[in-house]
């Protein structure tokens, strides 16, 4: 018993040593990451072994104790001892050591049973063969538990041996927790955004995560060699990825200075040479050297400088609009107006400082309102449309006599935007706009009858006119000298010129107050241009222009009205008639067919001619060409475009000096829109 107590007392100091050292080595092995709670609570665990060892090693070092008081010492020990003899059998055991195995103390006659693990008596030939302590952990059933224990078995002089148990089952689940700790610590560390190294007291490179490697741009290969701080300054100041030092020793002294200053966390803001900016922050590590973070600044401080500039522009912009506006919390209380709201509503910046409800403001103005006879009732009425929440939008007639126009609007955080814009000088205008368009409407009411009365008025007599010279100029009554005939041909001439006039002038006017009417129908092209052309050329005094007339005699028919388009080329041809010379002239009328059924009418002459300044005057009412010397309205050009766009065509006109003119209107061979519009036989404008 005595040998067992020598050889359990030099067991207990190398196994309980060599457990608190394999537990330690791995605690130092994780010490980079590992969590600071878990970590005391391993280090209590040491420590208590450690006290537990060593209170045995000073039990059985009491060499004076008796074998009955150390057998009872060992008894009271909370872990199992045994004792195998020269046969590897066990003849002793503790009280602790037949718990865990479930058999009567100090029952030594079923070997078998003694076994903590089935595999035990192995481990102990083990240490019998190499005569050398030997340490391994196995998981044994005590009591419905599964237990992880750290068995250590060492060899006795009389060629048996010793062993005790301890039961690590806590300490291994603090490690596993500890080792899953590591691995989320270290992966939360490589998925970081942050650039993440840790350097050991001696300032070597511990760690390193990917995002450091991607903001350096640092050799992996020159990393993996743990180089020291002092030497990754140097690789990224040779690299220009520091900041920019006037003195860049200064600068390393102080960083490594750091190592043994700082004693809370320490920030710095590097401004790099490729327009980075970083926040570099340095914390105390648990190592004894420090944890360096580098976030990259950049996006964040351009978002911020984005959001200081919309903020300020948004500022100016409020400051300077010509409304009035004011934001209010979704409690009713004033939160932002502008100096417009306050000088509309004639409120002082400090009232409104206060942020009041919109009750108070209501109060406050309410010698602005025309508010009838109950004022509560209009006060709840505002109120309401505030309460509301959705966007309306009101006239406000004050007492001052301003008129205003008051939107609501619902903000995405919940406030109420309110405006007010001074509609007084609009509202005006419109009232005057009102009473000029009444006076217009009846100057067009006074126009149209004028026109109903030159119609009736003048051209009765001037019928007669016109019918009883062609009478005299016909000798119906008898032969005429010479002057009679002249001056009865004048008439007849004077009489047409001015039924052309009337004409005109009821055409244009017709035109424009969108009474004039188009009679649709389809007719031949061909014979109603021909019948133009040989009226013009019959109707006109020797000497004349010649006057050429080219178009296909089968070009077809078209819809439109067949009087509207013959008074559209007699127009125009009247008018390069007043051009061309008299003897040497010549006037083209062509019609042709173009791309997509379009009927071409053409005239063109060899007159003067007009400059191209002129073009877009040409078929202006009333507007005479410089150089034209002829008497005239000025109107036979306008009616021709007002008539060639009223059957959904165009005109266009092409001229140089000297060398004439063309005139050219574009319509489609069977308009659809007229066809449908004309499903009455007419069509009516305006």
Avoid at 101 to 123: G, Q, R, V
Wanted: aromatic share 10%; charged share 30%; hydrophobic share 35%.
């Amino acid at each position: 018993m005595s040998q067992l107590f020598s050889d359990i007392n030099s067991l207990a100091v190398i196994g309980v040593t060599s457990s608190v050292a394999a537990i330690a080595a791995f605690a130092l092995t994780q010490v980079i990451t590992k969590n600071k709670k878990e970590k005391n609570n391993l280090q209590k665990e040491i420590d208590k072994l450690t006290n537990e060892n060593n209170n045995l090693e000073k039990i059985l070092s009491k060499e004076s104790l008796e074998n009955n008081d150390k057998q009872q010492i060992l008894n009271k020990i909370t872990y199992p001892i045994w004792q195998r003899d020269e046969n590897l059998e066990i003849i002793f055991f503790n009280e602790f050591y037949s718990k865990i195995i479930d058999i009567a103390p100090n029952d030594y006659e079923n070997t078998a049973s003694k076994e903590l693990h089935k595999t035990s008596k192995l481990f102990a030939e083990k240490v019998k063969e190499t005569k050398l302590p030997q340490i391994e952990r196995k998981h044994v059933i005590s009591s419905g538990d599964r237990r992880l224990f750290q068995i250590t078995e060492v060899p006795l002089s009389d060629g048996g041996t010793v062993g005790f148990a301890r039961d690590i089952t806590e300490l291994e689940e603090a490690k596993n927790e500890m080792k899953l700790h590591v691995a989320v610590q270290e992966n939360l560390l490589e998925s970081s955004a942050s650039a993440v190294a840790i350097y050991s007291a001696d300032r070597h490179l511990q760690y390193y995560n990917n995002a450091f490697i991607n903001l350096w741009k640092l050799d992996e290969s020159f990393l993996s060699n743990k180089p020291l701080y002092s030497e990754i300054l140097e690789e990224l100041r040779e690299k220009r990825r520091l900041p920019e030092q006037a003195n860049f020793l200064e600068f390393k002294k102080r960083n490594m200075a750091m190592f043994t200053t700082i004693t809370d966390k320490y920030e710095e803001i590097y401004h790099l040479p490729s327009g980075k900016t970083l926040r570099m922050v340095a914390i105390p590590h648990e190592n004894g050297g420090l944890l360096f973070s580098y976030e990259d600044l950049t996006d964040q401080l351009q978002l911020e400088r984005t959001y200081n500039t919309i903020i300020s522009v948004n500022k100016y912009t409020m400051e300077n609009l010509s409304e009035a506006v004011a934001v209010f919390h979704e409690d009713g209380k004033l939160q932002l107006w502008n100096p417009v709201f306050a000088d509309m509503w004639q409120v002082s910046s400090d009232f409104l400082k206060e942020k009041p409800h919109l009750s108070e403001i209501l109060e406050k103005t309410q010698f602005l309102y025309e508010f009838g006879e109950d004022w509560d009732l209009f006060k709840q009425t505002i109120l309401s449309i505030f309460n509301k929440r959705h966007s309306e939008n009101q006239k406000l007639e004050r007492t001052d006599g301003s008129i205003l126009e008051w939107h609501t609007a619902p903000l995405p955080d919940g406030n109420m935007l309110m405006t007010y814009n001074d509609i007084t000088a609009s509202m005006n205008v419109q009232k005057s706009l009102r009473a000029e368009k009444k006076a217009l409407e009846e100057a067009h009411n006074i126009k149209a009858s004028f026109l109903e009365n030159v119609s009736y008025e003048l051209r009765s007599p001037l019928t007669s006119i016109k019918g009883f010279s062609e009478v005299l100029m016909k000798k119906y009554f008898g032969e005429l000298n010479e002057k009679q005939e002249e001056y009865t041909k004048g008439i007849f001439d004077s009489a047409e010129k001015l039924n052309l006039f009337i004409t005109n002038i009821l055409d244009i006017s017709s035109i424009d107050a969108g009474y004039m009417t188009l009679e649709i129908e389809e007719f031949d092209i061909y014979n109603a241009i021909a019948n133009v052309v040989t009226d013009i050329k019959t109707s006109i005094e020797s000497p004349t222009p010649n006057i050429i007339f080219k178009c296909p005699p089968k070009i077809g028919r078209m819809s439109g009205d067949e009087e509207r388009i013959k008074q559209i080329i007699t127009n125009i041809i009247r008018n390069s008639i007043k051009f061309v010379d008299k003897e040497t002239g010549e006037i083209i009328v062509k019609i042709s067919i173009k791309r997509g059924g379009i009927i071409e009418f053409s005239v063109k002459d060899n007159g003067a001619g007009i400059s191209s300044d002129e073009w877009q005057h040409i078929f202006k009412k009333f507007y005479k060409v410089r150089n034209d010397t002829f008497s005239g309205s000025g109107l036979g050009l306008a009616i021709a475009k007002s008539f060639v766009e009223l059957h959904g065509g165009k005109i266009e006109i092409k001229s140089k000096v000297n060398l004439g003119t063309e005139i050219k209107c574009s319509f489609p061979r069977h308009n659809k829109d007229l066809l449908k519009k004309n499903s009455a036989k007419e069509v009516q404008l305006g």
